[in-house]
Structures are given as structure tokens and as C-alpha cells.
């Protein structure tokens, strides 16, 4: 196993609990020096607030890690390509390498949709993804199938009383 997929199979630790709690699973570990600073994993439900993603949670405890705003020698790992919001965070960050897992066709912001890392912005980071693509994507499709059975389980329950 390489350093990338050591990293993303941390980052898949994190979206497993997350689906565990009711949340979609992505998940996220920064790394300097190639130890992991920081992590984070989504809340949106839980916590109820849009900003709970997994890369925001873990830019800002990073950031208090390590005492700055600037993550300029951090890589991020994620198991699904950033949004919008989270691409601009990364951009905002500094953050040096980002890897993702699997891409998002609806609201990927590293390629899929759109990639603003092309953008003329002050920072540009290195963006790869697939790493460990099909075990992300794997993770994110099994949640979303167990999400729908789960409704159509509830429909039938209210439907028969």
C-alpha cells in the first residue's frame, strides 16, 4: 500500500463512522510531513448547519493545530471530490496537494462540474483524484441504497396503517 491510499483508507475510516451516525459518508484527513494533523468527517445532519462538511471540520481544526490559517505544506485527502464551498476553503487554506477518491458528477468543484483550481485565483493546488475510487464510491453508493430501502420500508409502514 502507498502513502495516498494509507491516507484515503484513514479518510474512508472517518466516512464509515459518519454513515454510522446518519451522515453521507465522506471523510477527510490533512497530512504534514506525512502525519495527519487533522481530520474531519461530515455532520451536516447531526450538527444541523450547511458548513459541516468533512474538509471545512478538518481545515479548521488543522488550523488551530498548527496555529495559522495558511496550510501551505498540508495535503488533504478526501473521499469524494470537494464542492464548491469546500474547493474554495482548500484554495483559501493555501492548502498545497489535494487527493480525492471518487468524483462528484453534481457538485465536484476539482473537475467534474467545474474546476477552480484553474481558476485565476492567488493559489492553485496539485488536485488527483481516484485514488481508492472504487472503494469511496462503494461506501457513498451502499449508504445511499440503504438510505432509499430504509424510505421505501417507512412509505409501506404508513401506508398499511
Known sequence: MNEHEKFMKMALG????AAKQGETPVGCVIVKDGRVVSGGRNRRENGKNALCHAEISAIN???????GWRL???????????????AGAIINARIKNVYF?????????????VNLAELPYNHKPNVEGGILEKECAFV??????????????SKAVEESI
Not at 501551505?72 to 469546500?86: F, K, R
Open 140 to 153: 457513498l453508493s451502499e449508504f445511499f441504497k440503504e438510505l432509499r430501502a430504509n424510505k421505501k420500508k
Open 101 to 113: 477518491g471518487a468524483s462528484d458528477k453534481k457538485a465536484g468543484s476539482f473537475g467534474s462540474v
Open 61 to 67: 481544526a488543522a488550523c488551530k493545530k498548527l496555529g
Open 72 to 86: 501551505c505544506e498540508c495535503d488533504l485527502y478526501v473521499t469524494l471530490e470537494p464542492c464548491p464551498m469546500c
Open 14 to 17: 472517518r466516512a464509515s463512522t
